[in-house]
């Protein structure tokens, strides 16, 4: 069983930057592949960016490519999105997932969710 908590989620004005945390426990955190998954008011829940288990290759939905950066901290057992450049389309419940597949880019393949921080993009 694996726990995940987010958080740095706030409302911050457009062109703003913002890094949300992920906190992982309950299982090994260097075999999960972690991501990160938005809902947008009227959307289904989306695919933002992920990094695999095995060599932290990272992949990014093409609307946060060049924005985002998604990284871990093993040590730390955590997992963060650095989002620079936010715009409204960014308004969202961002949500922390984890999964023992290496490349993941679909909600159905994640195994594991945190509760969701909501991210505010003022225009």
């Known amino acids: 069983q694996v726990q995940l908590v987010e958080s740095g989620g706030g409302l911050v004005q457009s062109g703003d930057s913002l890094r949300l945390s992920c906190a992982a426990s309950g299982r090994r955190f260097s075999s999960l592949t972690m991501g990160w998954f938005r809902r947008a008011p009227g959307k289904e829940r989306e695919f933002v960016a992920s990094?695999?288990?095995?060599?932290?290759?990272?992949y990014y939905a093409d609307s946060v490519k060049g924005r985002f950066t998604i990284s871990r901290d093993s040590a730390k057992n955590a997992v963060y999105l650095q989002m620079n450049s936010l715009n409204s389309e960014d308004t969202a419940v961002y949500y922390c997932a984890a999964t023992l597949i290496n490349i993941a880019t679909m909600s159905h393949e994640y195994e594991y969710w945190g509760q969701g921080t909501q991210v505010t993009v003022s225009s």
């Open positions: 990094i695999s288990w095995n060599r932290g290759n990272t």
